[in-house]
């Protein structure tokens, strides 16, 4: 694909992912202690060899864009930079046995379950440790935090793997 | 400088990430300012209208209940306007039976026992005035807010446009609600009360002792009142309400009821538990109130030395 296009199929999807988390799935709540980060899937399922410094940027623009709906100051921006920039060392931690191939992308049926669960574990994982203590600001209230990151990682994460089996096909990965 | 530039090269991702997270993390911690100027935040124009126009959306899927919210207001709005001009009165005695042995059946009275303040709750009741042409009483409506987090936030649809400015408390029906952070021509963004740097001076309305409010951060119907010393007697289910001292809210106003306290070890004051009148589930209308003589108020007390200046009023 060319870079034109590239560029306008991320605009496009960064739009799709704001306007349906701004819309709805931030009011979404599961046991008053779990959120669905939705937004995430638009960093997560970025083409696998994109430069890291786009990526950042593109952690920033979204984050940002977060915190101004939710006036939370630099709170999704802080922790979805640290996303972006953890990513490419799982990609790394996560290389097949002989590479990654050209066509491969982020995605449940050409990677493999297994892979994919990994891989969207640890990140996911490690951005809402990032972002429930960055909210905190200190390390009180730990079993609640705890019970934060848990409940949020369980519903991201299933969101995350529905939008995978509906939007991304067998052959090629787009949404 | 070739290799300057390869070393830039070869570390840029780690750079513009140290770079981007610095500048986040800045945003964040300034962001919980008062008089910091927040430029982003719902305040401003285009988050305000996205998110005003889901708010119209959600609107039909809670309108019956919110009638019926606004209707018990306006019920009892109407009960403080025609009120009966002996509400406030108290009878100076009262009626006995007459003594089992007195054939002549006569009625006794005896004086009632003279309350400690027997002002003070009249004063508390003070109505706020709504009908204040110069300093209205603003009626707002919440378009965007979270409760779960550590730091709460409220979006409101009225602006510099409305006669809203920064500092201006926000009450509900319920109670008192948040103060204003920062305001565009037609939003608003208020801290509310659930957040970790917002506190309400407040005291208890039965015997007037002044303490003060604040969020613990984890139970959105619970508040902590501190600073009400171990010598006072407590009970639960007593009023607590403002208190009129930072010139914010009118003095009176209903924060909530004692649900619990207790007595720790190496304290000199109550830990007292508030359960909160405002029910911020299902927080929709909400009034912005002015305190006329507050400018004035803040210059008397910047002149005698209370306050370092005047913009830089506590919360």
């Not at chain 1, 991320?10 to 992912?17: D, F, K, P, S, T």
């Not at chain 1, 995430?40 to 786009?54: E, Q």
């Amino acid at each position: 694909m060319n870079s034109v296009g590239q560029i306008i199929l991320q605009l496009l999807r960064y739009a799709v992912y704001t306007a349906v988390y701004v819309g709805f799935v931030s009011r979404l709540e599961l046991f008053g202690a779990g959120w669905c980060f939705l937004y995430l899937g638009f960093l997560l399922f970025l083409p696998l060899a994109m430069p890291v410094v786009v990526q950042l940027l593109l952690a920033f623009g979204i984050g940002l864009t977060m915190d101004i709906f939710f006036d939370t100051g630099g709170l999704h921006a802080a922790a979805a930079v640290l996303l972006a920039f953890v990513r490419p060392w799982v990609l790394r931690l996560l290389t097949p046995r002989d590479g990654y191939d050209l066509q491969d992308s982020v995605n449940v049926h050409q990677m493999g379950a297994q892979w994919f669960a990994v891989y969207l574990g640890l990140l996911v994982i490690v951005h809402h440790t990032a972002f429930f203590v960055l909210e905190l600001g200190s390390f009180r209230h730990f079993g609640l935090t705890l019970v934060k990151i848990l409940a949020s990682f369980a519903f991201t994460s299933v969101a995350l793997l529905i939008v995978q089996l509906l939007f991304f096909s067998q052959r090629s990965g787009r949404g | 400088m070739s290799n300057l530039f390869a070393f830039l090269f070869r570390f840029s991702g780690l750079l513009i990430f140290g770079l981007l997270e610095a500048v986040a993390l800045y945003l964040y911690i300034t962001s919980n300012s008062y008089h910091r100027a927040a430029f982003f935040n719902s305040a401003n124009a285009y988050a305000g209208q996205v998110l005003e126009r889901r708010m119209q959306v959600l609107d039909y899927f809670s309108l019956a209940e919110q009638n019926r919210r606004l209707l018990a207001e306006n019920a009892l709005l109407r009960q403080q306007i025609f009120r009966p001009d002996t509400a406030g009165r108290e009878a100076d005695s009262v009626a006995l039976p007459p003594l089992p042995g007195d054939t002549l059946h006569r009625v006794r009275y005896r004086r009632t026992a003279a309350r400690p303040r027997p002002d003070t709750l009249l004063l508390a009741r003070r109505p706020v005035p709504s009908h204040d042409p110069v300093y209205p009483l603003v009626p707002a409506r919440v378009i965007s807010q979270t409760q779960r987090a550590v730091d709460n936030y409220l979006t409101l649809n009225v602006g510099t446009a409305d006669g809203v400015v920064p500092g201006l408390g926000v009450i509900a029906a319920g109670g008192v609600v948040g103060r204003i952070k920062s305001v565009s021509a037609h939003y608003a963004t208020a801290t509310s009360l659930l957040h970790s740097k917002t506190t309400v001076s407040a005291k208890l309305r039965r015997d007037g002792t002044v303490g003060s409010l604040h969020w613990p951060g984890d139970d959105p119907l619970h508040a902590l009142l501190d600073y009400i010393p171990r010598q006072n007697r407590l009970a639960r289910g007593d009023t607590v309400v403002t208190s009129g001292y930072n010139a914010i809210f009118p003095d009176g106003l209903f924060i909530g009821v004692v649900d619990d306290f207790r007595k720790e070890a190496d304290k000199n004051f109550w830990t007292v538990r508030v359960r909160l009148g405002v029910d911020f589930n299902r927080l929709s209308h909400v009034y912005v109130v002015h305190m006329p003589t507050k400018a004035e108020r803040d210059t008397v007390e910047a002149h005698a030395g209370l306050k370092p200046t005047a913009e830089d009023v506590a919360p």
